[in-house]
């Protein structure tokens, strides 16, 4: 079983920035890919970002190209979401989830572990 536990969400204005991150616990966290989803209200859980469990392959979705930045530290078990010029339509609730190998996808379904969620709220 592996336990995700995400923190650093919060209310800012936009053109700020966050950081969030995911404490991971229960396996070996360097085989697995993780990823960043985000799910606004009325809205699907969308892909944000994924991270290679080596840290090799990033992968973004088209709106935060550029903005945001996904890394990891392995010796950690940490995985972190940096995120600038935020905008107000970033505002969701941010969801670090785990695959249970270490190749990227975009998916909701193609990952096995998830965390509970961090608030980011966006004021214009």
């Known amino acids: 079983q592996v336990q995700l536990v995400e923190s650093g969400g919060g209310l800012v204005q936009a053109g700020g920035s966050l950081r969030l991150s995911c404490a991971a616990s229960g396996r070996t966290f360097s085989t697995s890919a993780m990823g960043w989803f985000r799910q606004a209200p009325g809205k699907e859980r969308e892909f944000v970002a994924v991270i290679s469990g080596s840290g090799g392959s990033t992968y973004y979705v088209d709106p935060v190209k550029g903005r945001f930045t996904i890394s990891r530290d392995n010796a950690k078990n940490t995985v972190y979401l940096q995120m600038n010029s935020l905008k107000p339509e970033d505002t969701a609730v941010y969801y670090c989830?785990?695959?249970?190998?270490?190749?990227?996808?975009?998916?909701?379904?193609?990952?096995?572990?998830w965390g509970q969620g961090t608030q980011v709220t966006v004021s214009s």
């Open positions: 989830a785990a695959r249970r190998n270490g190749i990227v996808a975009v998916t909701t379904t193609a990952y096995d572990y």
